[in-house]
């Protein structure tokens, strides 16, 4: 790896002051598990990591049933994995972070850093997006909010300006007969990267639908929102029509690559598949709730 | 070449100094700064777990962190497992079940399965696969790697429970 410095802010005032100082020779630095493969590899170069992870607000994870979620950028995913409330009020966001990597990976990776990365096949971003998640940003110039499918912009490339960074990920709290649920395909049992991945969460009325959204990853440029594949299913019972109207609204709603882990056609089957199987498992849950 | 900073941490129970370049990862610091050689470097992409080593308790890949990180913090690596020269029960269950041949992913095994047993003193196999699921070996088939701890963890219960019995 070529010469870097390094620096451990522990206020977000110091960090934001260090990234702007530096400004396109600075990247945020947390789990390392995308950036240090990168610097390795020299396909992004940086003179000066700022290391987030001492910064108390990046840290924080709290739950409150009425303001929902505060998921601070820097949080690891086995935080996540190991936290009873993440396991009872996000169950999908919490299998998203749970499919990162190894152990090894999970104690370090954060999902503020799986999003900032800004890869279309990150597992934790179509599950945010699926909750309605917002990015609360703060840079030289304040702070604002960026709803999180709106975040990434192109592949490795995301909304954040120099000197910016991303300080939590703020999610609704749940509705009551509410969940969420996450499915990734992959080749194998563990340990790849996404051939196609959904999110979905959902709020039953009764035996209808009366709220949904979807998220797809791994068949756009981009994590996409697919608003016309949970238009297919609110109003209407969960049955096997409306499901697969939502299989085949997301599926249009892609344009996947033909990459040596699938061919488009087939990232078009499973979107469609997968759409149906989360639904299925986020109203199961729902119902519970 | 940017300059060395001087890093304090407990690496195996002994609180230490060291210098290293920003850009060296942790496994570097180890190998190289440290000549604690035992941790094995595979891949550098936080595929094979051969860089395993513990932060504050924690399995993480030393290739995929900075030297520089490990201020403050308590670091284990295999050199730590042993206690004056004796082997640890999971290291000597690792030989009685010939879970090595060439050896290069143990450290890391060791390391894996260490932090399991910390946490979870009893178990399942699926577990047991699931936590060494991030480190691979290329000679053994696992199988063996698998029995070891399982027997290492069978072990420790059976030594923990000879040391609560007599009151
Ligand atoms: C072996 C292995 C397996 C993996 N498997 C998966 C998988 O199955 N699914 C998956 O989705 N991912 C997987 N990943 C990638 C995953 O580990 C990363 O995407 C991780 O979540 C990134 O978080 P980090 O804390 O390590 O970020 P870092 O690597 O520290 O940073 C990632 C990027 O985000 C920026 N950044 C970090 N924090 C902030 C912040 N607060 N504000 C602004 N920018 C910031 C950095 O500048 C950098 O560009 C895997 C990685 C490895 C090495
Ligand atoms: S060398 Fe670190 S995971 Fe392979
Ligand atoms: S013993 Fe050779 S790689 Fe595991």
């Known amino acids: 790896m070529h010469a870097i410095d390094y620096e451990a802010p522990t206020t977000l005032a110091q960090a934001v002051s260090i990234l702007k100082a530096h400004g396109e020779n600075a990247r945020p630095f947390c789990g390392g598990t995308d950036i240090i493969v990168q610097l390795r590899a020299g396909v992004r170069r940086t003179e000066h990591l700022v290391d987030v992870k001492k910064i108390k607000e990046l840290q924080t994870l709290f739950f409150d049933a009425k303001q929902g979620l505060r998921l601070g950028a820097a949080v690891p995913c086995i935080e996540i994995s190991e936290s009873d409330v993440m396991r009872r009020y996000y169950p999908g966001l919490t299998e998203a972070a749970h499919l990162i990597g190894s152990l090894q990976i999970q104690n370090r990776a954060s999902v503020g850093g799986n999003l900032c990365n800004g890869s279309p096949a990150a597992d934790t971003t179509p599950a945010l997006i699926a909750l309605g998640a917002r990015a609360r940003v703060v840079g030289p110039n304040g702070e604002r909010e960026v709803p999180v499918e709106a975040f990434v912009v192109s592949p490795g490339r995301t909304v954040l300006k120099p000197g910016e960074l991303l300080v939590e990920l703020l999610v609704p709290a749940p509705a009551p007969h509410s969940s969420d649920a996450y499915l990734r395909f992959i080749p194998r049992n563990e340990m790849d990267i996404a051939v196609v991945g959904v999110g979905a969460s959902l709020t039953l009325d009764g035996d209808k639908v009366k709220a949904a959204r979807i998220a797809l990853g791994a068949v756009a440029a981009t994590p996409i929102l697919a608003a016309k594949a949970a238009d297919a299913i609110i109003g209407k019972k969960l049955d096997d029509a409306a499901l697969e109207a939502a299989g085949h609204a997301a599926s249009d709603a892609c344009s996947p690559i033909d990459d040596m882990r699938g061919t488009a056609e087939f990232r078009l089957h499973i979107a469609a598949v997968l759409t149906r199987r989360v639904l299925s498992i986020a109203a199961e849950r729902a119902k519970k709730n | ?167």
């Open chain 2, 1 to 167: 070449m940017s300059k060395k900073t001087l890093v304090e941490a407990t690496i195996n129970g002994e609180t230490i100094e060291f210098l290293c370049e920003p850009r060296q990862s942790l496994l570097e610091a180890l190998r190289d700064v440290l000549e604690l050689t035992g941790s094995k470097e595979g891949c550098l992409t936080g595929d094979c777990g051969a860089c395993t080593v513990l932060v504050d308790g924690r399995a993480v890949c030393s290739c995929l962190m900075l030297g520089v990180e490990a201020q403050g913090k308590s670091i284990v690596t295999v050199e730590g497992l042993a206690t004056n020269g004796v082997l640890s029960v999971l290291q000597n269950k690792f030989l009685e079940h010939a879970a090595l041949q060439c050896g290069i992913c143990t450290p890391g095994f060791l390391i894996s399965a260490k932090s399991l047993l910390d946490r979870n003193p009893k178990p399942t196999e699926h577990e047991v696969r699931y936590a060494l699921a991030g480190n691979l070996c290329r000679c053994t088939g696992y199988d063996k790697i698998v029995k070891a701890v399982l027997d290492a963890a069978a072990d420790i219960r059976s030594q923990g429970e000879v040391k609560a019995a007599p009151r």
